[in-house]
Structures are given as structure tokens and as C-alpha cells.
């Protein structure tokens, strides 16, 4: 049987430990590295939709993408099709 949720961010999957870990990290990272709130809510929001999104995690990378839509140096990895 597959667990994994396509579509899923990781607190929807069901994965709170790892959510909460996730949460406990992007609080370390400086506000200058971070976009905005506006921002980081548009890029879930188009990784949501992706395909390549499986249990909160990247399949073109392997990022868990609420990290990485979080930071202003990064983008989507989909070089086919960036989402943002």
C-alpha cells in the first residue's frame, strides 16, 4: 500500500514530527534570508499543484518544499516547468 500523499505539504501528509522539526528550522533562518508571507503562501500554493510534490517533498530535488519556497535564494527546481 502506498502512504505517500501526492499534493500533500507535510502536515497534511500526517507527518507532524516532521513538520514540527521542519517549523523548528525555518525559525532559525535569519528574516533576511526569508521572503514574505505573500510569497512563501504562493509558492506552496503552486507546489500544491505540482505533480512532483509527493508528502511534502520534491521529487525533482529532493527539498522538503516548505524550506525552499521559504528562502529568497531559491526557486522551483523543475527546470521544465518552474512553477515559481
Not at 534570508?33 to 525533482?60: A, F, P, Q, T
Request: proline share 1%; aromatic share 8%; glycine share 4%.
Amino acid at each position: 500500500m502506498d502512504n505517500n500523499c501526492k499534493r500533500c505539504l507535510l502536515f497534511e501528509a500526517g507527518q507532524n514530527v516532521t513538520y514540527n522539526q521542519i517549523q523548528d528550522y525555518i525559525k532559525t533562518i535569519d528574516a533576511s534570508e526569508k521572503v514574505n508571507d505573500e510569497v512563501y503562501s504562493h509558492r506552496l500554493s503552486m507546489c500544491k499543484k505540482c505533480d512532483n510534490l509527493i508528502s511534502g517533498m520534491c521529487l525533482k530535488c529532493g527539498c522538503y518544499v516548505e524550506v525552499r519556497a521559504i528562502l529568497k535564494n531559491k526557486n522551483c527546481p523543475n527546470f521544465d516547468d518552474k512553477k515559481w
